[in-house]
């Protein structure tokens, strides 16, 4: 047998060993979901480690002894892909359902607002520190207050007490967003029902944060529990989609 024939053969034999350990492997996607959340992973090889060998870098020992047994390989995992397929070189975003926020209250039984006067500002707490985009807010209102106002929605603590009538500049700073309430935007029972309902599906994006912050401007001429026995309230429900 010549030399190159020899050495023909025993390199097909270290390829087919290679393969059948499981080592040479081409680029491919890894697919794994933790809850709620999908993940994809495109790896390849940046080490082996076969015993009685140092780690070898970017390239594959040459020589697998006759007893090898399992082979050390390290991967390098990048989550690049965004569907099932494999394909896609976008950042992977973890898939989440809609989140619905419990309903808080803005306005209590007991507490007045004037016109041109804000609410106490309300903390809504996410549950952990998230971004994504609010997509529905429903306004619910005990009584028959249906006049018109404005919910602003923070980042942070606003520091709005009962009955302000501005905000302080750096309140400001810390707004994202606003829903305008017109009066004609309340339904009601027009049997004498005791309460009313606004909902409102205008996107707005937050980035990540633990909790929003809400505050309510009535701007009707009507005041809030302006007498004893009003028992006028109004409570918030947010609903928004988780995006990291």
């Known amino acids: 047998m010549s030399n190159k024939t020899r050495f023909l053969l025993i390199l097909a034999a270290f390829v087919?060993?290679?393969?059948?350990?499981?080592?040479?492997?081409?680029?491919?996607?890894?697919?794994?979901?933790?809850?709620?959340?999908?993940?994809?992973?495109?790896?390849?090889?940046?080490g082996i480690t076969a015993p009685g060998q140092a780690t070898a870098a970017a390239s594959f020992p040459v020589v697998l002894a006759s007893d090898q047994g399992d082979i050390s390989v390290t991967l390098d995992a990048e989550v690049i892909d965004?569907?099932?397929?494999?394909?896609?070189?976008?950042?992977?975003?973890?898939?989440?359902?809609?989140?619905?926020?419990?309903?808080?209250?803005?306005?209590?039984?007991?507490?007045?607002?004037?016109?041109?006067?804000?609410?106490?500002?309300?903390?809504?707490?996410?549950?952990?520190?998230?971004?994504?985009?609010?997509?529905?807010?429903?306004?619910?209102?005990?009584g028959t207050l249906t006049e018109a106002g404005t919910l602003l929605i923070f980042d942070a603590d606003p520091s709005v007490t009962l009955a302000d009538a501005n905000l302080a500049t750096a309140s400001w700073l810390l707004a994202i967003g606003k829903i305008d309430v017109a009066a004609g935007d309340w339904f009601e029972e027009d049997s004498?029902?005791?309460?009313?309902?606004?909902?409102?599906?205008?996107?707005?994006?937050?980035h990540a944060l633990s909790s929003l912050w809400v505050a309510y401007y009535h701007e009707g001429a009507t005041q809030w529990n302006s007498a004893a026995g009003d028992n006028e309230s109004l409570d918030i429900q947010i609903e928004y989609r988780r995006d990291s």
Do not use: C, K, R
């Open 82 to 142: 965004v569907d099932a397929t494999g394909q896609g070189d976008l950042p992977m975003v973890p898939f989440a359902a809609i989140t619905e926020l419990a309903v808080t209250e803005i306005i209590g039984i007991d507490e007045q607002v004037d016109q041109f006067e804000y609410s106490e500002a309300t903390q809504l707490a996410l549950g952990a520190t998230v971004s994504g985009e609010i997509l529905n807010v429903t306004l619910i209102l005990s």
């Open 192 to 206: 004498g029902g005791t309460g009313a309902v606004a909902t409102f599906a205008e996107p707005i994006a937050f």
């Open 16 to 46: 087919v060993a290679v393969l059948y350990a499981g080592v040479f492997v081409a680029p491919q996607s890894i697919y794994a979901q933790e809850g709620p959340n999908i993940y994809s992973w495109v790896y390849h090889i940046v």
